[in-house]
Nanobody
Framework: QVQLVEFGGGLVQAGGSLTLSCAAS????????MAWYRQAPGKQRELVAR???????NYTDSAKGRFTISRDNAKNTVYLQMNSLKPEDTAVYYC???????????????WGQGTQVTVSS
């Protein structure tokens, strides 16, 4: 059974910083792309940042220059460093990962349970 467990959400003032982490555990044979999504109340879930197994990254426009996604392949862990936070960053943040679940390379997509990030003005 594979699980993605997120840590690091919380309440922060505007202009502050938070770091989210997400660790994959279980019967894992590695991971391909890993990503962070977020969903604000009344809005659709949106991609915030994504990183491939080779380290290539892409960000939504609102995150560029403020957020940094990184990963530790040995630990199957992905991080999201968030700086200069704004009230509009308030949302539930979800980890997403494409996990290799067999030694032959079969993959499956998994989601974390979500962690709340609240930015006060």
């Amino acid at each position: 059974q594979v699980q993605l467990v997120e840590f690091g959400g919380g309440l922060v003032q505007a202009g502050g910083s938070l770091t989210l982490s997400c660790a994959a555990s279980g019967s894992i044979f590695g991971s391909n792309a890993m990503a962070w999504y977020r969903q604000a109340p009344g809005k659709q879930r949106e991609l915030v940042a994504r990183i491939t197994s080779g380290g290539s990254t892409n960000y939504t426009d609102s995150a560029k220059g403020r957020f940094t996604i990184s990963r530790d392949n040995a630990k199957n862990t992905v991080y999201l460093q968030m700086n200069s936070l704004k009230p509009e960053d308030t949302a539930v943040y979800y980890c997403n990962a494409d996990i290799r679940i067999t030694v032959w390379g079969r993959t499956r997509e998994f989601w974390g349970q979500g962690t709340q990030v609240t930015v006060s003005s």
